[in-house]
């Protein structure tokens, strides 16, 4: 399964908004930071069918959810910073459970993808550090 250019936009404002740069003094790095779209391409790849399905459902909704959830007529990639917290705050609060987990969903994928990088485990002092990146997070070789 491959996103759609949009959808991969969707998909990093809401990694964005989870994970943001420089959020504080003893981590400046954020998913923007870091080679998510890699580590989004080798989850689609290697992921089974039913967690990819989910994937795509779990962003459709989180997109759309600002017109539902603060009433703003506009997909969650085209809100600010605050506005993205704010949605994702009242998700997380939801009566409906599967409306609930969508944040949680999106933290997990977007933390295991943050967390490989050896940069970030040093800066929030995960001991031992990885000596490399992983294979999706190296550059590839050029011929």
């Not at 991969?8 to 954020?30: C, T, V």
């Not at 998913?31 to 994937?55: T, Y």
């Not at 940069?119 to 294979?135: F, K, L, M, N, Y």
Request: hydrophobic share 45%; aromatic share 10%.
């Amino acid at each position: 399964m491959k996103l759609l250019a949009f959808e991969r936009r969707w998909l990093r404002a809401i990694f964005e908004a989870i994970l943001p740069s420089n959020a504080d003094d003893q981590l400046s790095l954020g998913v923007a930071d870091v080679p998510i779209d890699r580590f989004v391409d080798d989850v689609l790849e290697h992921a089974p069918g039913q967690f990819k399905a989910g994937l795509r459902a779990s962003l459709w909704v989180v997109a759309l959810s600002p017109l539902f959830v603060i009433g703003r007529f506009k997909t969650f990639d085209r809100l600010d910073a605050r506005a993205r917290s704010e949605v994702l705050r009242c998700l997380a609060q939801s009566d409906i459970y599967l409306v609930r987990e969508q944040p949680l969903l999106f933290k997990m994928v977007a933390c295991l993808g943050y967390g490989g990088m050896p940069a970030v485990q040093r800066q929030i002092g995960i001991h031992p550090t990885d000596s490399s990146p992983p294979d999706w997070a190296r550059e590839p070789e050029r011929e």
